[in-house]
Nanobody, 112 residues
Framework: QVNLVESGGGLVQAGGSLRLSCTGQ????????DAWYRQPPGQQRELVAS???????NYADSVKGRFTISRDNAKNLVYLQMNSLKPEDTALYYC??????WGQGTQVTVSS
């Protein structure tokens, strides 16, 4: 059974940074397609960033140049480094594996 837990969310001022972490039980991230999604208030869930088993990354246009997805294979963690945060980045952020397994989410709130 796969269990994903996100952490690192919080309240930050615009221009600040946060690093989200996703820890997984029952999964080895380096062998899978891993992604971060977000769901802003009243909106649909959207893909933020992904990384495949070969390390290739993909980003939503709205976060390119500001967010970085990465893995720590030794610790079996997936990160989302978020810099230059904007109020429109406010959302519940989810970690996902193979778009099948999902965490419960961590809230990110960016104040102006």
């Amino acid at each position: 059974q796969v269990n994903l837990v996100e952490s690192g969310g919080g309240l930050v001022q615009a221009g600040g940074s946060l690093r989200l972490s996703c820890t997984g039980q029952g999964v080895t991230f380096r062998f899978t397609y891993d992604a971060w999604y977000r769901q802003p208030p009243g909106q649909q869930r959207e893909l933020v960033a992904s990384i495949d088993s070969g390390g290739r990354t993909n980003y939503a246009d709205s976060v390119k140049g500001r967010f970085t997805i990465s893995r720590d294979n030794a610790k079996n963690l997936v990160y989302l480094q978020m810099n230059s945060l904007k109020p429109e980045d406010t959302a519940l952020y989810y970690c996902a594996v193979e778009d099948i397994h999902w965490g419960q989410g961590t809230q990110v709130t960016v104040s102006s």
